[in-house]
Antibody
Framework: DVQLVQSGAEVRKAGESLKISCKVSGYNFNTYWIGWMRQMPGKGLEWMGSIDPGDSDIAYNPSFQGQVSISADKSANTAYLQWRSLEASDTAIYYC??????????????WGQGTPVTVSS | EIVLTQSPGTLSLSPGERATLSCRASQTVSSNYVVWYQQKPGQAPRLLIYGTSNRAPGIPDRFSGSGSGTDFTLTISRLEPEDFAVYHCQQYGSSPLLSFGGGTKVEIK
């Protein structure tokens, strides 16, 4: 079975760094893009960016470019989302998800359970 | 930049009623690249519809999608208790590469 398992809830202070993870299993990690989405409390979904684990090609939403870094470790079947300096406004649930395929299913067909991040000022 | 606007923000209906949810794009979107998700409280979203009208595996046929150009619709023919949730539309391929609407909450009347 396809599974995306995210790291646990995080509590940080503003200015701190953070890296959260998304470990996948049940399929070839190299063959599907992985996306990261933000969901702020009571709000909708925002696409932050996606990575092709096969060649580490990355597409960022311009709204998040420079604010976060997306990476992947093929040997660990794991994708990452990283902040160098958190802000209180980064408080949200972050989801990773597998992007089906631009040709077949141009959307996210499998999702992680979400990682809540709380940043205090 | 393409913006997706979902309406209404909240839809109050009773079980057994028909739900019609709208997703309007600020620019033309290819119908191949419109997707709908369902999200229940405390859960991750679930893929419902892709390519405007194709149901994802395991999705009941009371869910249907339609539309073209800038106007897309998700219809739930007869609401079941488990259908009360938030629904998100998404486009792929326009700038930004991928974006979501603000969501429509379907609540029990």
């Amino acid at each position: 079975d396809v599974q995306l398992v995210q790291s646990g809830a995080e509590v940080r202070k503003a200015g701190e760094s953070l890296k959260i993870s998304c470990k996948v299993s049940g399929y070839n990690f190299n063959t599907y893009w992985i996306g990261w989405m933000r969901q702020m409390p009571g709000k909708g979904l925002e696409w932050m960016g996606s990575i092709d684990p096969g060649d580490s090609d990355i597409a960022y939403n311009p709204s998040f470019q420079g604010q976060v870094s997306i990476s992947a470790d093929k040997s660990a079947n794991t994708a990452y989302l990283q902040w160098r300096s958190l802000e209180a406004s980064d408080t949200a649930i972050y989801y990773c998800a597998r992007f089906g395929s631009a040709v077949i299913i141009p959307g996210f067909d499998y999702w992680g359970q979400g990682t809540p991040v709380t940043v205090s000022s | 930049e393409i913006v997706l606007t979902q309406s209404p923000g909240t839809l109050s209906l009773s079980p057994g009623e028909r739900a019609t949810l709208s997703c309007r794009a600020s620019q033309t979107v290819s119908s191949n690249y419109v997707v709908w998700y369902q999200q229940k409280p405390g859960q991750a979203p679930r893929l419902l519809i892709y390519g405007t009208s194709n149901r994802a595996p395991g999705i009941p046929d009371r869910f249907s999608g339609s539309g073209s150009g800038t106007d897309f619709t998700l219809t739930i023919s007869r609401l079941e208790p488990e259908d009360f949730a938030v629904y998100h539309c998404q486009q792929y391929g326009s700038s930004p590469l991928l974006s979501f609407g603000g969501g429509t909450k379907v609540e029990i009347k």
